[in-house]
């Protein structure tokens, strides 16, 4: 009769769980960077939208380049009203 000891099933080492986690970090990291990058996309478009003629964008566009200073005056004002309100 032999006497063998069973053989247990091999645990990873540190350093297959080091790989394991960077692993997994670089997949969560290539996820949010395409999820940033159709963010950004999305955002450009709308503003892209917002930039045509007759539509908002464009119109605060045109205050601005005829009056730049009493346009500073309402985003200051603005600004002070929102800042009030937290």
């Known amino acids: 009769m032999s006497m063998e000891t069973p053989q247990l099933p091999d645990q990873p080492g540190m350093a297959e769980r080091a790989i394991d986690t960077a692993t997994d970090v670089s997949r969560s990291i290539t996820e949010v960077t395409a999820a940033l990058r159709t963010a950004a996309d999305r955002l450009s478009d709308a503003m892209r939208a917002a930039r ?11 205050i601005t380049r005829e009056a730049p200073l009493a346009s500073l005056l309402v985003a200051f004002l603005f600004g002070i009203a929102v800042a009030r309100r937290r």
């Open 52 to 62: 045509q003629p007759g539509q908002p964008l464009a119109t605060i566009s045109a």
